[in-house]
């Protein structure tokens, strides 16, 4: 009784750390936050309570623009469930097989996930400008003017052109949780199909994707949950711009607060946010039910 005791009090001692830094880093600031968005305050003077009212005003688009930002986030997880977890996915797939070269490769594709995201955001910068980004010069070089463009600013380019370095920056991310979770496969059951005559294609389809289904799901959760908290990226490249056709419910709360000091309104946004995260993540943990595999 005694040893279970002081085993208790040792794990309470080495979880307090943690515990008080959560609570400073992550519960502190959003329970401050849920406050603040109850207010009408510019962040000097002393607010005055409002209630739902700064929650209202969201989904007034004239006033907000806040619905525009949902969409843009919308089509930006779809893109990433579309386009980037596919690849991801296909590129688990080949690296799984323990080709040659295959630790090289991990390492390739996961160095834009530990790149600066300024770095990123400057890189792509130059590629998309419109006089010497390579982009255009190449289109250029293989004599289509027509379809040059200034990318990050037009309307109708815009947010795909800040989706682009999204993905090229995570794409090595989900892949590697795919890749951990094939290699946690047992080969036996692998070999086992090979024997039966099964192909590289249907091994991949009928064993490794069905047994990957718990990871599958977590990547999904973990981009659309990434799409609706997107800021980096997209503040350097457009900063929600042109004429808001790229901005997202972060960027639009940065522009509430910073800009126009309406720091009971940008708490609201943050506030909602913190909320589609974890609805969006519980209604994703529904829907895609999955088997644990013992």
């Known amino acids: 009784m005694e040893k279970a005791r002081s085993n208790v009090v040792a794990i309470c001692l080495f979880m307090l750390p943690a515990a008080v830094l959560f609570t400073v880093i992550i519960i502190v600031p959003v329970i401050m936050s849920t ?44 893109l990433s469930i579309v386009i980037q977890l596919p690849l991801a996915l296909f590129l688990a797939l080949v690296l799984g097989k323990g080709i040659k070269g295959e630790v090289f490769f991990l390492s390739v594709f996961f160095i834009p996930v530990l790149l600066s995201t300024t770095v990123i955001g400057q890189l792509w910068s130059k590629i998309y400008n419109p006089d010497y980004g390579i982009l255009n010069v190449a289109l250029r070089a293989l004599g289509l003017d027509h379809m040059t463009k200034v990318w990050l600013g037009d309307q109708k380019t815009a947010l795909l052109a800040v989706f682009i370095p999204i993905l090229w920056q995570y794409v090595g991310y989900h892949m590697l949780i795919m890749y951990a979770g094939i290699k946690s496969i047992s080969p036996e059951l692998r070999e086992a199909a090979r024997i039966d005559g099964a192909t590289e294609g249907q091994l991949a389809r009928y064993v490794t994707i ?37 901005e997202v419910p972060s960027t639009l709360m940065v522009s509430m607060i910073f800009n126009r000091n309406r720091y009971g309104f940008g708490s609201a946004i943050a506030v909602m946010i913190i909320f589609l995260c974890f609805l969006m993540a519980i209604l994703l943990r529904k829907l895609i039910r999955t088997e644990e595999v013992v």
């Open 35 to 78: 406050y603040y968005s109850l207010l009408n305050w510019d962040g000097i003077t002393k607010g005055t309570f409002v209630g739902l009212e700064n929650f209202v005003q969201l989904f007034k688009s004239k006033t907000a623009g806040f619905p525009k930002t949902l969409l843009n986030v919308s089509v930006l997880a779809g």
């Open 210 to 246: 069905p047994l990957l289904k718990p990871v599958l799901r977590t990547s999904i959760i973990f981009s659309v949950t990434g799409s609706l908290k997107a800021f980096d990226l997209i503040y350097i490249l457009t900063n929600g711009g042109p004429a808001h056709a790229s």
